[in-house]
């Protein structure tokens, strides 16, 4: 079952009046229910462009973009929004977790915005936290954690609500290699024991290599998949 189809995808960003880059030129691939696939290319390629399409951050100026069977690319902003909250989790390089909040907290939040009590929330969070090696962990704050905790810490506010799908833009980017290992298979495990569909952008050859299917992009346009 496919569960993502970006098609014949454009995007350009304006630089100036007259002066634009041309980040996708057409480009277009699927991703089936339960896979995990890496994207690999040069920078520059549309790599995290086409990422911030598929995970409803923005809009293509053409092409479609269906989530489950939905098309996303021609919802208002509220409505992406709203499916970004419910359906996609969202993994990067640098964490992205609010430094004066514990993990718990940061992790809970996730679960509130997308609308769910706050008890509840709560509740989401500490299993979340659990099922990434950290529930002993809970009331620490970002900068009483490690690169590999914090990032375990990000992958279970990826995961708090479910979501159909986990985006990972070079998601151990920032990490030594073994630390790097291990949250590789940390997202292998999660990956085989709920089905849980990975994107995951990186340069990493292990990560490709963990992956069921490498898409490789070049000059804003998927070469081959
Ligand atoms: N917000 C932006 N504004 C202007 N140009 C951008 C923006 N984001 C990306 N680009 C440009 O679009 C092209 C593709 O970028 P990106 O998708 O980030 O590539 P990758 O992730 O593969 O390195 C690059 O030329 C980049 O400079
Ligand atoms: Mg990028």
Do not use: W
């Amino acid at each position: 079952m496919v569960i993502l189809t970006a098609n014949n995808l454009h995007k350009r960003y304006q630089l100036g009046k007259n002066n634009f880059v041309h980040a996708l030129r057409g480009a277009s691939l699927e991703v089936v229910k339960g896979e995990m696939v890496a994207i690999m290319g040069p920078s520059g390629s549309g790599k995290s462009t086409i990422m911030h399409l598929m995970g409803c951050l923005d809009r293509p100026d053409e092409g479609h973009v269906q989530l489950s069977g939905r098309r996303v690319d021609n919802l208002s902003g509220r409505e992406l929004t709203k499916i970004r909250g419910k359906e996609v989790g969202f993994i990067f390089q640098g964490f992205n977790l609010i430094p004066t909040l514990s993990a718990a907290d940061n992790v809970s939040l996730a679960a509130e915005y997308a609308g769910t009590s706050r008890r509840k929330a709560r509740d989401a969070a500490d299993a979340a936290l659990a099922d990434v090696g950290m529930g002993e962990r809970l009331n620490h704050k970002p900068s009483e954690l490690s690169g590999g905790e914090q990032q375990r810490v990000a992958i279970a506010r990826a995961l708090v609500n479910d979501p159909r799908i986990v985006l990972g833009d070079e998601p151990t980017g920032d990490l030594d290699t073994e630390t790097s290992d291990e949250i590789i298979e940390m997202m292998r495990k999660i990956n085989e024991d709920n089905d849980t569909t990975f994107v995951l952008v990186t340069h990493n050859p292990e990560i490709s290599d963990a992956c069921d299917r490498v898409i490789h992009m070049r000059d804003g346009q998927v070469t081959d998949s």
